[in-house]
């Protein structure tokens, strides 16, 4: 018995981005983004294109501001239009793209990953500089900027992913 749940606790680990979730050791801070390296003109279009979606409303699965967007399709959504990118899946297979980025090393237009459903990897948002991302929330919310810092995005925050040079 505690060989198979050794075995099933190895796996779970290997689920999603392949490897265990990178949190940052200790609490995010406001000082952690006070020195943030400069963003390129891509990125900063990310960022732009990103925020025209705010307040669009959310709808599972939605790729189309139109009739609604979920936390991926807002960010393949703009990706797309803003950087000619054709992303696509979930948040998890997001995950998976582009190269890890160190908190302190955050550009707008970066990916950052948190876990909110209990599974790695499980919701996603664009970092739009000095501590605040872009991003879809849930059925009972819109577009909307929210900080890393805050509590709640702080104690789920996994990793951030780069997909820009």
């Given at each position: ?17 392949g ?24 990125a ?49 297979s ?34 739009l ?37």
């Amino acid at each position: 018995m505690k060989r198979n749940l050794l075995i099933a606790f190895l796996l779970a680990g290997l689920v999603g981005c392949g490897s265990a979730p990178h949190a940052p050791q200790g609490r995010i801070t406001a000082d952690m983004f006070q020195n943030e390296p400069e963003s390129s003109p891509a990125a900063r279009e990310i960022a732009m294109y990103a925020l025209m979606l705010l307040k669009t409303g959310y709808r599972f699965g939605g790729k189309n501001p139109d009739a609604g967007l979920d936390c991926s399709g807002m960010v393949t959504y703009v990706y797309r239009q803003a950087a000619g990118m054709p992303l696509s899946g979930n948040a998890a297979s997001l995950a998976r793209e582009g190269r890890e980025a160190a908190i302190s090393q955050l550009r707008a237009g970066d990916l950052v990953f948190f876990n909110t459903l209990g599974q790695p990897f499980s919701h996603v948002g664009i970092y739009l500089g000095k501590g605040e991302f872009i991003h879809a929330p849930n059925s009972r919310g819109k577009v909307r900027v929210d900080k890393l810092t805050s509590r709640y995005w702080a104690d789920r925050f996994e990793m951030a992913r780069t997909l820009l040079n």
